[in-house]
T-cell receptor
Framework: TQLLEQSPQFLSIQEGENLTVYCNSS?????LQWYRQEPGEGPVLLVT?????EVKKLKRLTFQFGDARKDSSLHITAAQPGDTGLYLC????????FGQGTTLQVKP | SAVISQKPSRDICQRGTSLTIQCQVD?????MFWYRQQPGQSLTLIAT?????????ESGFVIDKFPISRPNLTFSTLTVSNMSPEDSSIYLC???????????FGPGTRLTVT
């Protein structure tokens, strides 16, 4: 069974702090996606990374795909209350395998 | 991207009854997916629904319990049959785009079985 381990599962920080969420697997993925979900809504795609070592930036969010395409990280700089939500990584194996999710709370 | 709507948005149902959830997409798509999610937790894929063929179910999910229809390229339904409290969950449909299987989700249907 292919698994995506996400850490940490819960994160509560103050506005302005930086944070990193990790997504690790023993499997190689052809691509990996990050989603953010707010209560009462479906997950929203943030980014897709495809190439080993790839780095993508989305405003204050930086996404990295590991060289071996087995892991990824999401770094948020100067977190804001609007970043609060459930962050999910998902690896593509021909279908999406989702990580357990990281619940982020950013307090004003 | 795609705009996806689901009906109903939430429902409270009695044990032993069935509920059909509808998923409508604003454009034609080949791949549609149905997921289950406990609040604040990850997504579990129930089945893949492709138009013109029978749905493909994941391990632990069977057609008798979760029958799926896909009559055209913009619409699908998922029925949760003979419900029990263990079926209480959020049910999400999504559509897949591109070779990377990027997915766009509906808002979900929150089901409570009493």
């Amino acid at each position: 069974t292919q698994l995506l381990e996400q850490s940490p599962q819960f994160l509560s920080i103050q506005e302005g702090e930086n944070l990193t969420v990790y997504c690790n697997s023993s499997s190689v993925f052809s691509s990996l996606q990050w989603y953010r979900q707010e209560p009462g809504e479906g997950p929203v795609l943030l980014v897709t990374v495809v190439t080993g070592g790839e780095v993508k930036k989305l405003k204050r969010l930086t996404f990295q795909f590991g060289d071996a395409r087995k892991d990824s990280s999401l770094h948020i700089t100067a977190a804001q209350p609007g970043d609060t939500g459930l962050y999910l990584c998902a690896g593509n194996t021909g279908k999406l395998i989702f990580g357990q999710g990281t619940t982020l709370q950013v307090k004003p | 991207s795609a705009v996806i709507s689901q009906k109903p948005s939430r429902d409270i149902c009695q044990r032993g009854t069935s509920l059909t959830i509808q998923c409508q997409v604003d454009s034609q798509v080949t791949m549609m997916f149905w997921y289950r999610q406990q609040p604040g937790q990850s997504l579990t894929l129930i089945a893949t629904a492709n138009q013109g063929s029978e749905a493909t179910y994941e391990s632990g999910f069977v057609i008798d319990k979760f029958p799926i229809s896909r009559p055209n390229l913009t619409f699908s339904t998922l029925t949760v049959s003979n419900m029990s409290p263990e079926d209480s969950s959020i049910y999400l449909c999504s559509v897949g785009r591109g070779g990377s299987y990027e997915q766009y989700f509906g808002p979900g249907t929150r089901l409570t079985v009493t």
